[in-house]
């Protein structure tokens, strides 16, 4: 089944973070809000047959050409779909066509499957942060656009 990628509702990205068992720390939509609020961002959502499967939600950082990817995930009944790289492909598209000359994400040590998405997408591992428990060390990944 075709997956279809479009600009969501932060509405639509917050039902969906709620079906990612990764995010386990019960939050409120007002995370999604607040966070975004006065920023120059992208929240974008993965839907197939008219359901939606994924999210992937970036902001400029603090460097104006740079874009933090910082929130996505697809549901566990449709990892392997295609999903999370069709939204990875369609934020980098956007990121380009914006000015963003890099993308950038952090994962933990404990998401193997999202280091070894990075790199397969060319993001080069730049920094690790510690943490109290070596699961929970961040992975800080960047990659030129």
Known sequence: MKIVVREGSIEEIFQVHQGIPEFYEEVAIEFYKERLKGRIFLALVAEQNGELVGFKVGYQSQKPDVL??????????????????????????????????????????RFPDMIKFGLGRDF?????????????????????L
């Open 68 to 109: 933090y990817s910082w929130m996505g995930g697809v549901r566990p009944a449709f990892r392997k779909s295609g999903a999370a790289t069709a939204l990875a492909d369609f934020q980098e598209v956007w990121a380009t066509k914006n000015g963003f000359k890099k993308v950038f994400f952090k994962t933990r040590n």
């Open 124 to 144: 080069k591992i730049v920094e690790v942060i510690r943490k109290d428990r070596v699961e929970d060390f961040r992975i800080v990944m960047v990659k030129k």
